[in-house]
């Protein structure tokens, strides 16, 4: 894979993550509350979880589109400008 096609894949693939985390962490918290009675910090920490879900999915979309600009100049394979 190419350095920049590699470097497009890493950082989407950490967006996924952080996604991923903030809402099984969410999901994990909301079990939690179900079965006991916690403080009402745990819903600063939800809200918090959910805008950290929320910025990641953004982020990823602003890639993909810095990505499709990017490969409208390079070539991801050979790296070289196009034209």
Known sequence: ??????LFHKVG???NKISICAGL???ELKDILKANKLPAEIEKIMER??????HAIEASKMLDCLQDFVYS?????????RG
């Open 49 to 54: 979880l959910t805008y950290l879900e929320q």
């Open 73 to 81: 100049l390079i070539d991801p394979d050979t790296e070289k400008p």
């Open 13 to 15: 693939n950490c967006h």
């Open 1 to 6: 894979m190419s350095e920049i096609k590699d």
């Open 25 to 27: 962490t969410k999901l």
